[in-house]
């Protein structure tokens, strides 16, 4: 069964940085395109960023030039290294397959604000 596990996330001013990481467990991790996908509150969950199985990557217009998904295969782990943070970044961030299973582990939350 995959289980992911999100870590990461925190609170930070607007400008600031985050790494997210992601370990994934249960799957052939190389053999799957993988997304980070937020929610915040009161909207629907929106993928961000996708890395597939040949690094090629894909970012929603809004964090494009900030944000930059990464895999690790050895280590099953999928990162997003977030600058330049918005407040309107704030939102639990989760990752999973792409396109997403329906099980997602407990999400990060990332909150900007001053």
């Known amino acids: 069964q995959v289980q992911l596990v999100e870590s990461g996330g925190g609170l930070v001013q607007p400008g600031g940085s985050l790494r997210l990481s992601c370990a994934a467990s249960g799957i052939i991790f190389r053999a799957y395109d993988f997304g980070w996908y937020r929610q915040a509150p009161g909207k629907e969950r929106e993928l961000v960023a996708r890395?597939?199985?040949?690094?090629?990557?894909i970012y929603v217009d809004s964090v494009k030039g900030r944000f930059t998904i990464s895999r690790d295969n050895t280590q099953n782990t999928v990162f997003l290294q977030m600058n330049s943070l918005k407040p309107e970044d704030t939102a639990v961030y989760h990752c999973?397959?792409?396109?997403?299973?329906?099980?997602w582990g407990q999400g990060t939350q990332v909150t900007v604000s001053s």
């Open positions: 999973n397959v792409y396109p997403y299973r329906n099980v």
């Open positions: 890395i597939n199985t040949d690094l090629h990557t």
